[in-house]
């Protein structure tokens, strides 16, 4: 996740200031924390960190690049990992959500 937010922040030049770069940074380091405290975390907590991430960042993705990024995917992998895990109402809510795109 460092490596990619690195480069993130590197096309600047190129694609100019987007508010996702914020974004990125800011789960980065939020991961680097609960990489830290990951054994005082239950696997529920860990998780729906992991499902919540894919969604902001799906979600983040769609609003500042729109279609041409790859959010549609995201919020795709986000139904399925969602089904997976959760139950069918929080599985429904994720396939509405993906399929307002």
């Known amino acids: ?58 979600i983040a993705g769609l609003l500042t690049f729109g279609l041409v990024s790859l959010g549609t995917d995201g919020l795709i992998l986000m139904t399925v990992l969602t089904d997976l895990h959760a139950d069918w109402a929080t599985a429904t809510t994720s396939a509405s959500t993906c399929a307002i795109r």
């Open 1 to 58: 996740m460092i490596p990619a937010t690195i480069l993130s922040w590197l096309r600047v030049h190129t694609v100019g200031f987007q508010p996702i770069m914020v974004l990125e940074t800011g789960i980065a380091v939020e991961l680097c924390l609960f990489a830290s405290i990951r054994h005082k975390l239950s696997l529920q907590t860990k998780s729906w960190m992991v499902l919540g991430v894919l969604f902001l960042l799906a």
